[in-house]
């Protein structure tokens, strides 16, 4: 009986026997993983700001300006997808209420927004020494901004009063006659401007405070052996090294001032809340924008306003970005 004495075949390596995987592939699997996940990982960490923006920010702003270009109003019937284009934007040119409103909107602006960074300015300097008590003096400043606007204009409402209120009496004891202040243009936009004034100092002044706290103390060393002042010292190295952050601030103050809402809603004492005063004396954009959406139902209309404070907004920070970078190329040459 012949016995076979030939070695079995080597297994073939192009067909590796079942059950046994191709040497390296499951680690080079978990490392194509781990590289995807570097990458993408920041995006999902970051997705849910930009969600929400998309729900709550975006989709409003779109939908608004889909609205503007229609002759949606509450009281007609399908006039919801009439489509108008500029219709509304043209009204809008010709509307002396709406210039009314923008002309009111800038002079609160201009009122609250330049002596309240200023204020701030010199806030932050004062909090910036070595005072006894300052967290809690720093803490005293930020309780304006705390408080609830609708809170903080009724109580200024009643200190503007005309018979009874405290800013007449005091007036009054230096002989000034005792003013309407909601009734006149210029009255009515100090009293708004002082409202906005007092919340929002203690804020900035905050902000120009952590600024401040990042200056080398060495340069004010150096520049007071040199034998600057004080106010030297403010004005050529404080002041110089805020620029970024004073810039901030103005853009911030300035968009918060055009989109101003409540405070003039409840200054006024007439029954019309919306119509800001009996002549429109301090009717800033949002106001109108809101009495066209609620007052009158006019939502086409209503959108349109909203858009062209939306642009204007857009410009006056454009022009205030340009002019910043403008000086601070001047100043390096």
Do not use: C
């Amino acid at each position: 009986m012949a016995v076979s004495t030939g070695t079995p075949p080597a297994a073939s390596q192009d067909n590796p026997s079942p059950g046994k995987s191709a040497p390296h592939t499951a680690p080079a699997r978990g490392a194509r993983w781990h590289r995807t996940e570097r990458r993408l990982s920041p995006y999902f960490y970051i997705s849910p700001f930009f969600l929400v923006f998309g729900v709550f920010g975006l989709f409003p702003l779109l939908y608004t300006a889909y609205v503007s270009l229609t002759a949606w109003r509450a009281d007609t019937d399908g006039s919801r997808h009439t489509f108008v284009g500029l219709d509304n934007y043209r009204t809008l040119l010709h509307d002396q209420f709406f210039w009314n409103a923008l002309r009111n909107t800038l002079g609160i602006g201009v009122l609250s927004t330049v002596p309240q960074l200023l204020l701030a300015l010199g806030l932050a300097h004062l909090l910036n020494y070595r005072l006894r008590g300052r967290t809690f003096i720093r803490m005293g400043v930020l309780l304006p901004n705390v408080t609830s606007v609708a809170a903080v204009t009724i109580i200024f409402v009643q200190l503007f009063g005309r018979d009874f209120g405290l800013v007449n009496w005091f007036l009054g004891l230096f002989g000034v006659p005792h003013t309407d202040w909601q009734a006149g243009t210029w009255s009515s936009w100090i009293g708004i401007s002082t409202i906005v004034t007092w919340r929002w100092t203690g804020y900035n002044a905050l902000i120009y405070l952590a600024a401040m706290q990042a200056v080398p103390f060495e340069l004010y060393e150096a520049a007071a052996i040199d034998g600057a002042s004080r106010w030297r010292q403010f004005r050529s190295i404080t002041i110089p090294v805020l620029r970024p952050t004073i810039l901030f601030t103005v853009i911030t103050s300035t968009i918060g001032a055009l989109q101003m809402f409540g405070e003039p809603l409840l200054f006024s004492a007439s029954q019309t809340p919306m119509a800001g005063g009996s002549q429109h004396q301090f009717q800033t954009m949002a106001l109108y924008s809101y009495d066209q959406f609620w007052g009158k139902f006019k939502y086409g209309y209503g959108a349109a306003i909203s858009w062209a404070m939306f642009l204007v907004i857009v410009v006056i920070v454009a022009v205030n970005f340009l002019l910043a970078r403008r000086m601070k190329g001047v100043e390096a040459a």
